[in-house]
C-alpha cells in the first residue's frame, strides 16, 4: 500500500542554520505531496503541497519539490528561526473518491537560539 | 477564519468505561476525520465521513465506532476503553465532496486521552 517514510528525528539546529528533512515515498498513481506542520500544543496545518512532478511547493520560506524519479519531497528552509521548532509530516493522498491522506511519523525540530 | 473544535483537550477514563470525543467545524464541509497520533507512528486513520450519515472505515476502525447526525458535527466514540487506546486524537475536515480531492485538511487541537 502507499506510504511515507521521513527522517528520524529529533532534529536540533542553531538559529539561522539550513534545515533539511529528507521524505520519500511509495504510492501508485500519481499523489499530490503535501508538508504539514504541528506547532507545540497545536493541530496540524498544511505548509505546503505540490500537485504533480517537477512542482515546487513554497510556504514561510519553506520550500518542497516533488520527484517523481526518486520519491522524494524533501523539505528545505535556507534559514530556520527559533520559532520553526515544530513537528513536520510529510504526507501524501490517495487515489480515492475522498480525501484521505497518509501521513510520515513525523519529524520533531527544535532550533536554539 | 476555519475553525475545527473538539470538546476536550484532556480526558482520563477507566478502562471499560465508554467514551466520547467531539468534533464541531464551522466551514461547511462535506469530509470529516478522526486520527489518533502516537509516537514514532505518526497519524493513522480511524474513520471518516463523507455526508452526513455516511461513514467509512480508516486504517485502524477497531475498538471504535463513529457518529455523524449533523454536517457541523462528527463524534467518535469508544465503546469499551482500554489502556492501548491511551493517544492523542485529532479531528479534521475538509471541503470536497465525493469524487474530489484536495488534501487539504484542517486539524483541531487535539484531544489526549489516558485510559487507565
Known amino acids: 500500500g502507499n506510504s511515507v517514510t521521513q527522517m528520524e528525528g529529533p532534529v536540533t539546529l542553531s538559529e539561522e542554520a539550513f534545515l533539511t528533512i529528507n521524505c520519500t515515498y511509495t504510492?501508485?498513481?500519481?499523489?499530490?505531496l503535501f508538508w504539514y506542520v504541528q506547532y507545540p500544543g497545536e493541530g496540524l496545518q498544511l505548509l505546503l503541497k505540490?500537485?504533480?512532478?517537477?512542482d515546487k511547493g513554497s510556504n514561510k520560506g519553506f520550500e518542497a519539490t516533488y520527484r517523481k524519479e526518486t520519491t522524494s519531497f524533501h523539505l528545505e528552509k535556507g534559514s530556520v528561526q527559533v520559532s520553526d521548532s515544530a513537528v513536520y509530516f510529510c504526507?501524501?493522498?490517495?487515489?480515492?473518491?475522498?480525501?484521505?491522506?497518509?501521513f510520515g511519523p513525523g519529524t520533531s525540530l527544535s532550533v536554539i537560539p | 477564519d476555519v475553525k475545527v473544535t473538539q470538546s476536550s483537550r484532556y480526558l482520563v477514563k477507566r478502562t471499560g468505561e465508554k467514551v466520547f470525543l467531539e468534533c464541531v467545524q464551522d466551514m461547511d464541509h462535506e469530509n470529516m476525520f478522526w486520527y489518533r497520533q502516537d509516537p514514532g507512528l505518526g497519524l493513522r486513520l480511524i474513520y471518516f465521513s463523507y455526508d452526513v450519515k455516511m461513514k467509512e472505515k480508516g486504517d485502524i476502525p477497531e475498538g471504535y465506532s463513529v457518529s455523524r447526525e449533523k454536517k457541523e458535527r462528527f463524534s467518535l466514540i469508544l465503546e469499551s476503553a482500554s489502556t492501548n487506546q491511551t493517544s492523542m486524537y485529532l479531528c479534521?475536515?475538509?471541503?470536497?465532496?465525493?469524487?474530489?480531492?484536495?488534501?487539504?485538511?484542517?486539524f483541531g487541537e487535539g484531544s489526549r486521552l489516558t485510559v487507565l
Open positions: 504526507a501524501l493522498d490517495e487515489p480515492t473518491s475522498y480525501d484521505k491522506v497518509i
Open positions: 479534521a475536515s475538509s471541503l470536497p465532496g465525493t469524487g474530489k480531492r484536495t488534501g487539504e485538511l484542517f
Open positions: 504510492a501508485t498513481g500519481y499523489p499530490s
Open positions: 505540490a500537485t504533480k512532478a517537477d
